[in-house]
Nanobody
Framework: QVQLVESGGGLVQAGGSLRLSCVAS????????MGWYRQAPGKQRDLVAI???????NYADSVKGRFTISRDSAKNTVYLQMNNLKAEDTAVYYC??????????????WGQGTQVTVSS
């Protein structure tokens, strides 16, 4: 079993910064991708940023240049540094870890989510 525990959310003024952390524990594959998704009220859950075990990253266009994803593989931890926050960044942010098992089936785990609220 795998657990993902997020922290670092909160209330911040527009233009401010927050840093989210997600610690993974359990039987997690070394060849995994970890990432952050977000879901605003009444909207679908969308990708914010992902990072592979090799360090490749991908970002949603709306956060490019403002958010940075990084990871400490030794600690099974992924971070999301969010700068120049905007009101439209307000959402519940979810940590995700995914990989393929020995028979190439996709394995997907989610954290419980952490609220980020940006006041304008």
């Amino acid at each position: 079993q795998v657990q993902l525990v997020e922290s670092g959310g909160g209330l911040v003024q527009a233009g401010g910064s927050l840093r989210l952390s997600c610690v993974a524990s359990g039987s997690i594959s070394k060849n995994n991708a970890m990432g952050w998704y977000r879901q605003a009220p009444g909207k679908q859950r969308d990708l914010v940023a992902i990072i592979t075990s090799g360090g490749s990253t991908n970002y949603a266009d709306s956060v490019k240049g403002r958010f940075t994803i990084s990871r400490d593989s030794a600690k099974n931890t992924v971070y999301l540094q969010m700068n120049n926050l905007k009101a439209e960044d307000t959402a519940v942010y979810y940590c995700n870890a995914n990989w393929r098992n020995s028979v190439n089936w996709p394995i997907n785990y989610w954290g419980q989510g952490t609220q980020v609220t940006v006041s304008s």
